[in-house]
């Protein structure tokens, strides 16, 4: 496969995006170009995604290439030829580009599989935006030896050419928050006959917006947002209960442990200065990504070899669950610049094909490097 054909790929998987769980017709055509190269494809079980290999015939060391391979439920208004043939879902992350460059990878790496001393895991991940695609992939075993782990993230605000590479936390751990306060229902009109849970509620948002404050060190970069309000459907009744629902955005585990406790004792106060109860439940999202500083170096040395631009990206506290396989071994998520003018996620995102061939080199390259690392 050339740049060309690279190209054409991606615009194809891009005119047919298919959301977390559906990458039926995606995994099948990149299980095809794979295929057709003779890159073995390992029995895993999973129903959408796959990982495959290439080296392994010579000692080394296990190095894991990951991408993601779902779409969004977003109607595209990017007016691109290839734009997205499928009402209200389109690949507005540029998961699209991810699996075509790691197939680019994967193709120049099984050209030059007889130099490869180890083994490369190339993991085309499903189901990263809504499910459990990275645990899925973990829960086959097949990324159980690997030794480090790469991504690549499309990143609109640098052009291609462009690499931002940037040591430690890069993602947020997002976890979400569910505060249902019980208080006794009863009349507009008398109040007093029961125990509305709306001031609460009230206070309880109120209580919540100063916790980072409170607990979490300033130098350190930490969300607290109510996105959820809820209580009662009229006005002349107090409700049984109200819903105060949000998330938390941490990139420290010891600021995700003081948050969690102080919202809960914030929920717990706030309910019964009021005279009510709560509820309280906590969702772990992933954990935080966070890129080894080590392997950074190497990979910021690669990226200036092969003529890339290295640049810091703008720190983010939205998240990615890369960091389950950032658990078992250390790695790095690298942003790839593709330019466009839109923010991920919008409907008029796009992603430059000219960064696509470069991003498959620079995979491989490292790939090659880093499986003969000593
Ligand atoms: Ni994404």
């Given at each position: 496969m050339d740049e060309q054909k690279l190209i054409a790929f991606f615009k194809d998987l891009h005119a047919h995006p298919e959301v977390s769980g559906s990458e039926f017709r995606t995994t099948a055509k990149l299980r095809e170009a794979l295929e057709a190269a003779g890159?073995?494809?390992?029995?895993?079980?999973?129903?959408?995604?796959?990982?495959?290999?290439?080296?392994g015939q010579r000692p080394g060391r296990v190095i894991g290439l990951r991408c993601d391979i779902d779409a969004l439920p977003v109607s595209e208004e990017s007016g691109l030829p290839?734009?997205?043939?499928?009402?209200?879902?389109?690949?507005?992350?540029?998961?699209?580009?991810?699996?075509?460059?790691?197939?680019?990878?994967?193709?120049l790496l099984k050209e030059r599989e007889a130099e490869l001393a180890g083994t490369v895991r190339l993991v085309f991940q499903p189901a990263e935006e809504y499910g459990n695609g990275a645990q899925a992939v973990i829960a086959t075993g097949?990324?159980?030896?690997?030794?480090?782990?790469?991504?690549?993230?499309?990143?609109?605000?640098?052009?291609?050419?462009?690499?931002?590479?940037?040591?430690?936390?890069?993602?947020?751990?997002?976890?979400?928050?569910?505060?249902?306060?019980?208080?006794?229902?009863?009349h507009g009109a008398q109040p007093h006959k029961g125990i509305s849970p709306v001031p609460a509620a009230a206070a309880l948002t109120l209580a919540l917006q100063s916790t980072t404050g409170l607990v979490v060190d300033p130098f350190s970069p930490a969300v607290v947002t109510v996105t959820h309000l809820s209580a009662g459907n009229t006005w002349n009744v107090i409700p049984e209960s109200a819903l105060?629902?949000?998330?938390?955005?941490?990139?420290?585990?010891?600021?995700?442990?003081?948050?969690?406790?102080?919202?809960?004792?914030?929920?717990?106060g706030c309910a019964a200065s009021y005279g009510c109860t709560a509820e309280f439940e906590w969702e772990d999202g992933p954990a935080a990504v966070v890129n080894d500083a080590a392997l950074c170096g190497a990979a910021k040395?690669?990226?200036?070899?092969?003529?890339?631009?290295?640049?810091?990206?703008?720190?983010?506290?939205?998240?990615?669950?890369?960091?389950?396989?950032?658990a078992a071994c250390p790695g790095v998520f690298i942003r790839v610049g593709t330019g466009g003018g839109y923010p991920n996620h919008h409907p008029r995102f796009t992603a430059d094909p000219a960064a696509l061939w470069p991003a498959s080199r620079f995979l491989a390259r490292l790939a090659l490097e880093r499986c003969a690392a000593e």
């Amino acid at each position: 496969m050339d740049e060309q054909k690279l190209i054409a790929f991606f615009k194809d998987l891009h005119a047919h995006p298919e959301v977390s769980g559906s990458e039926f017709r995606t995994t099948a055509k990149l299980r095809e170009a794979l295929e057709a190269a003779g890159v073995r494809i390992l029995p895993s079980g999973l129903q959408t995604g796959f990982v495959a290999e290439v080296g392994g015939q010579r000692p080394g060391r296990v190095i894991g290439l990951r991408c993601d391979i779902d779409a969004l439920p977003v109607s595209e208004e990017s007016g691109l030829p290839y734009a997205s043939q499928t009402g209200g879902v389109m690949h507005a992350c540029g998961h699209d580009f991810h699996a075509a460059a790691l197939l680019g990878a994967a193709l120049l790496l099984k050209e030059r599989e007889a130099e490869l001393a180890g083994t490369v895991r190339l993991v085309f991940q499903p189901a990263e935006e809504y499910g459990n695609g990275a645990q899925a992939v973990i829960a086959t075993g097949l990324t159980a030896d690997v030794q480090e782990f790469y991504a690549l993230h499309t990143y609109p605000p640098f052009p291609a050419g462009t690499l931002g590479i940037k040591e430690g936390p890069v993602m947020a751990a997002p976890d979400a928050f569910h505060i249902r306060i019980r208080g006794r229902g009863c009349h507009g009109a008398q109040p007093h006959k029961g125990i509305s849970p709306v001031p609460a509620a009230a206070a309880l948002t109120l209580a919540l917006q100063s916790t980072t404050g409170l607990v979490v060190d300033p130098f350190s970069p930490a969300v607290v947002t109510v996105t959820h309000l809820s209580a009662g459907n009229t006005w002349n009744v107090i409700p049984e209960s109200a819903l105060v629902e949000g998330t938390v955005r941490t990139l420290r585990g010891e600021d995700r442990a003081a948050l969690r406790e102080r919202i809960a004792a914030a929920a717990e106060g706030c309910a019964a200065s009021y005279g009510c109860t709560a509820e309280f439940e906590w969702e772990d999202g992933p954990a935080a990504v966070v890129n080894d500083a080590a392997l950074c170096g190497a990979a910021k040395a690669l990226a200036l070899q092969m003529g890339f631009t290295v640049a810091r990206q703008e720190d983010t506290m939205s998240s990615e669950d890369f960091s389950v396989y950032l658990a078992a071994c250390p790695g790095v998520f690298i942003r790839v610049g593709t330019g466009g003018g839109y923010p991920n996620h919008h409907p008029r995102f796009t992603a430059d094909p000219a960064a696509l061939w470069p991003a498959s080199r620079f995979l491989a390259r490292l790939a090659l490097e880093r499986c003969a690392a000593e």
